[in-house]
């Protein structure tokens, strides 16, 4: 077995192998993921009738997802990035199980939007775990573009199955995502035994045990480092979050203006899928914080526009453009991420839970405050007004984020 390992993992090339079976199987994961987003609140409104109490029940899974980032790095100190992905695997099966072979009851939707919440960070932690286990720290850009690559096909495809599967009934979606996830959990299972080698450094970590009060020193100690990058993540999946909330209400008013309307979702997606793929050919010169925030700010403007809008085509491409713009900006804060947990090592995980904190806060005001701006001064007003606060806190931080932000190492070691 080390003898496969050796053939497998050694060389550029290999390394680049076990990169695209993992995201063969993140793959796998957010298309029965996918699947699931677009049942999910028609099987759920169907359940309560009424769209507020859906809301709740969505903001559930998030409110969960904000615990676990504080819990994880606590109870999994030393755990592998294939623990997170196996344990993943198994909690994402648990979701549609739950709709299935559960009572229909209110408490049931709460609890399978907790295990929503509890795959979705376990997802997160298992994609970061790999990228550390086995992408060069020069590499983690292109890493991240082809895992975003993947991860937007999956959400470009899934819902177009999902119109199909949902034609027949409730069941026959949620089988099929217990079906994808099946071959999912196969191949995790190949994947560990060609691989990893268990007796591989990189698999064996530090026991660490810290008391619930140093985890909250050391969130503290590593806010005050990487809050730009937080405010970033922030405010950018805020803007994701209204796409997949207001935005849906906005296909529909464009689709009945003209059936390109109905090409909205797949605007904001499709760019996404593809310069993924271009970062892995692509060196910018100014830095991952940079090209982040000079991205996001153009996506910031370009979403600005909105509201001077009325064509349908026109939108589109604007909306093409956002997607560009935020398809860069996403791999190069994930890889910017990705190369102070390296740096952090022992440590890693606790800033992996507080980048996850802060999305998954963006996913439970996002949905509220666009709801409220819209109710205002209507989607394409909320959709200009977050654009423009993306433009303006962008171009804020690029001004008052550091060239280098010092990882913090000595402080962090006096709490332990």
């Known amino acids: 077995m080390h003898t496969v390992y050796m053939f497998f993992i050694r060389g550029k090339k290999p390394q680049w192998l076990v990169l695209l079976s993992f995201a063969v199987i993140s793959f796998l994961i957010s298309f029965a993921d996918a699947i699931m987003s677009y049942i999910s609140p028609i099987f759920i409104e169907a359940q309560v009738s009424s769209t507020f109490i859906m809301g709740l029940i969505f903001a559930f899974s998030s409110v969960v997802g904000i615990i676990c980032d504080i819990v994880f790095p606590k109870i999994f100190t030393n755990k592998s990035h294939f623990f997170f992905l196996k344990v993943t695997l198994l909690s994402a099966i648990l ?4 709709f299935l072979f559960f009572p229909q009851h209110i408490m049931t939707l709460f609890l399978a939007m907790a295990i929503w919440g509890v795959y979705f960070e376990l997802n997160m932690f298992s994609s970061f775990q790999f990228v550390n286990s086995y992408i060069h720290l020069s590499e983690h850009t292109k890493a991240w573009g082809i895992l975003q690559a993947f991860h937007s096909g999956a959400y470009a495809l899934g819902p177009l199955l999902a119109v199909h599967l949902l034609s027949s009934s409730f069941e026959l979606g949620f089988t099929a995502v217990l079906f994808f996830l099946g071959i999912a959990l196969f191949l995790t299972l190949f994947f560990r035994i060609v691989f990893i080698n268990p007796h591989s450094h990189r698999n064996q ?7 619930w009060i140093s985890e909250f020193k050391v ?3 590593l806010f005050k480092s990487v809050w730009p990058l937080l405010a970033l993540q922030l405010i950018v999946s805020s803007v994701d979050a209204s796409f997949w909330t207001i935005g849906a209400l906005l296909m529909q008013s464009l689709s009945q203006e003209s ?4 090409f909205l979702l797949t605007a904001y997606i499709l760019p996404a899928t593809f310069v993924g793929l271009f970062l892995t050919k692509l060196t910018l010169p100014i830095g991952k914080k940079k090209t982040a925030l000079i991205c996001s700010a153009l996506a910031g403007v370009a979403l600005g526009t909105y509201v001077l809008l009325h064509s349908v085509v026109v939108i589109l491409v604007v909306t093409l453009l956002v997607s560009f713009f935020m398809g860069i900006a996403v791999p190069e804060m994930k890889a910017t991420f990705e190369d102070y947990i390296s740096r ?3 440590d890693g995980n606790e800033l992996i839970g507080l980048q996850g904190s802060s999305s998954s806060f ?3 005001i996002g949905p509220i405050v666009a709801t409220f701006l819209a109710s205002i001064i209507g989607i394409k007003g909320a959709f200009s007004l977050l654009g423009i606060s993306l433009a303006i806190i962008s171009l804020g931080l690029l001004f008052v984020t550091p060239k280098k932000i010092r990882m913090p190492q000595r402080e962090l070691n006096e709490i332990l």
């Open 95 to 98: 979701f549609p199980t739950t």
């Open 219 to 221: 969130w503290k100690i």
């Open 259 to 262: 059936s390109l309307g109905s």
């Open 362 to 364: 963006a996913y439970v």
């Open 344 to 346: 952090l090592k022992d």
């Open 205 to 211: 970590k530090k026991e660490l045990h810290k008391s």
